[in-house]
């Protein structure tokens, strides 16, 4: 038998998903800086104040979404890695980078208001909190993990920084990515630029004219990207 509060908890989620449902739809339409709160209980038929029980501000349902579309793009990459994994548990290291990589652009592809959200341009007036930080690594960590195996068990091809990039290094090195070689941390963290950077310009629709074949264009691109920080094709 449903308990009372086993009813109402699932009541919660429902509405709460509800909510979110709505949110982006006006997402897609409208754009975060016209995100409502108001509109959203109104096509929810909903009052505002009874909203207001489930999300407090503009700025909560905004960091649930985006919590959400964080969450949602890790468990893509994670789930590529996997795969890759179980398909050829001896699997360079740099075909599951690709992997990795191949599966945020479909997951932007796919989802592109929710990219939009958390790689597209700042919601005026908004900052996020600390809560998102752990849910926008994940893409980081599997990358990461894949180049922290390679060089530990492989080895990887690195490429020095100049002298005065050094300090720099260094501190990136000991903060972000321990254990890792300071020239590594840095080429990490372009490659994390330039993978967002080419998922932005596809989605955007900055290679309209440019780049027909996107497909194999991002793929030997996310291979350059491999490269870049040290893996080595067989």
Same mark, same amino acid.
């Given at each position: ?5 086993g009813?109402?908890?699932?009541a ?6 509800a909510?979110?449902?709505e949110?982006?739809r006006q997402?897609?339409a ?5 995100l409502?709160?108001?509109?959203v ?5 909903m009052?505002?104040?009874? #909203?207001y !029980?489930?999300f407090?501000?503009?700025?909560d349902l905004?960091? +649930?979404l985006?919590?959400?579309a964080?969450d949602s793009? &890790?468990?893509a990459?994670e789930a590529a ?5 179980d398909a050829d ?6 075909r599951r980078w690709?992997?990795?990589c191949e599966?945020v652009r ?8 929710e990219?939009a959200l958390i ?5 005026p007036?908004?900052s996020?909190p ?13 990358l990461?993990g ?5 060089f530990?068990?492989?080895? #990887?091809a !690195?490429?020095p920084v100049?002298a005065?990039?050094?300090?720099e +290094?260094?501190r990136?090195a000991?903060e972000l990515?321990? &254990?890792?070689?300071?020239?590594v ?5 372009a490659?994390?630029a ?6 932005g310009?596809?989605?955007f629709?900055?290679?309209?004219g440019v780049?027909?074949d996107r497909?194999?264009?991002f793929r030997?691109a996310a291979?350059q ?8 094709f067989?």
């Amino acid at each position: 038998m449903t308990t009372p509060q086993g009813a109402r908890a699932r009541a919660r989620s429902e509405i709460t998903a509800a909510i979110k449902g709505e949110a982006r739809r006006q997402l897609a339409a409208e754009g975060a800086a016209k995100l409502s709160l108001r509109a959203v209980a109104r096509e929810l038929g909903m009052v505002s104040s009874a #909203l207001y !029980r489930y999300f407090p501000s503009r700025d909560d349902l905004l960091t +649930a979404l985006i919590i959400d579309a964080y969450d949602s793009l &890790g468990e893509a990459a994670e789930a590529a890695h996997a795969a890759a994994v179980d398909a050829d548990a001896d699997a360079a290291p740099a075909r599951r980078w690709v992997a990795v990589c191949e599966a945020v652009r479909g997951w932007a592809l796919a989802h592109p208001h929710e990219y939009a959200l958390i790689y597209g341009s700042p919601v005026p007036g908004y900052s996020a909190p600390d809560t998102t930080i752990q849910p926008a690594a994940r893409v980081a960590f599997v990358l990461i993990g894949i180049v922290r195996e390679a060089f530990e068990r492989r080895g #990887l091809a !690195r490429t020095p920084v100049p002298a005065e990039l050094a300090p720099e +290094a260094r501190r990136m090195a000991d903060e972000l990515m321990p &254990g890792l070689p300071p020239e590594v941390v840095v080429a990490m963290t372009a490659a994390w630029a330039q993978l967002f950077g080419l998922v932005g310009f596809e989605l955007f629709g900055q290679f309209k004219g440019v780049v027909e074949d996107r497909e194999r264009f991002f793929r030997h691109a996310a291979g350059q990207l491999a490269h870049g920080v040290g893996l080595v094709f067989p």
